[in-house]
């Protein structure tokens, strides 16, 4: 169904599936055009050179992205396919894991256009880049518990969805998406890193550009805090789901 799901976001177009390649080929060539020739941005405390912003960026970007298809869309899962609610035999459940699998497999088509981008731009590939997957875990279970919980409320209040179309937008500024978290004063600092996208952007870009490891610490906490929100969300959403059909 992932494949389904993926196939048929280009169904009718000319391109089709290589639109998946060439979106983020787009978007990284305007952002290296406009912040590097237009406003000639700096990234702060790191010699970026021509490009090197706009790589910095688009990471966030990837990270930004991957959480915001998921939230953006959990809402109305089971409305777009109450088809599905009242067969027994349907594991609902699984409607937010095809999105995720989707998102994700758009990410993974950024990320190789990325790593291409740091090799020319930059002339450099880290071998720590193949720890990225693990940085992802976190995002991943998160995410997931987040779009079970969004799935379920949707049902029930139609106004959830436009709720959270403009907090991921939101979102967007306040994480470390268009700037280091070193950037904000030092009194803010702290309330960024409340953000839990905040230590998946900053780590990725640490392990993906600058070839250091992770934080393993940092990361064994997130990988927890993940694995209870994956956990609280599908209690929350087989709790709720005996309701569906009567709303539907």
């Not at 290296?32 to 990471?59: M, N, P, Q, Y």
């Not at 349907?90 to 990325?114: D, K, N, Q, R």
């Not at 839990?196 to 952007?201: A, D, G, K, Q, S």
């Not at 906490?221 to 969300?233: E, K, Q, Y």
Request: proline share 5%; net charge positive; with cysteine.
């Amino acid at each position: 169904m992932t494949k389904r799901e993926v196939i048929g976001r280009y169904r009718g177009s000319v391109m089709g599936l290589a639109w998946s390649f060439f979106n983020p080929i787009l978007m990284l060539a305007v952002y290296t055009f406009v912040f590097s020739e237009i406003f000639k941005t700096r990234w702060v405390g790191v010699d970026t050179g021509k490009g090197g912003f706009a790589i910095l960026l688009f990471v966030g970007m990837i990270i930004h992205g991957l959480f915001a298809e998921c939230a953006n869309r959990a809402p109305s899962l089971i409305m777009n396919n109450s088809n599905y609610v009242k067969k027994v035999v349907f594991p609902l459940e699984i409607l937010p894991v095809i999105t995720l699998g989707s998102a994700l497999f758009h990410s993974c088509i950024s990320l190789l256009v990325l790593l291409i981008a740091q090799f020319l731009i930059v002339g450099t590939l880290y071998w720590s880049a193949l720890l990225f997957p693990l940085i992802l875990v976190p995002l991943i279970l998160a995410t997931l518990g987040i779009s079970w919980l969004l799935a379920s409320l949707g049902v029930y209040l139609r106004d959830v969805g436009h709720v959270i179309t403009v907090l991921t937008t939101v979102l967007l500024f306040l994480s470390p998406v268009l700037y280091p978290v070193a950037a904000l004063p030092e009194a803010y600092q702290p309330w960024l890193k409340l953000n839990p996208l905040t230590y998946i952007i900053e780590e990725s870009r640490s392990v993906l550009l600058f070839g250091n490891l992770p934080d393993w610490v940092n990361l064994a906490t997130a990988l927890a805090v993940g694995a209870i929100i994956a956990a609280a969300g599908f209690w929350f959403f087989q709790k709720t789901r005996k309701g569906f059909a009567d709303v539907i």
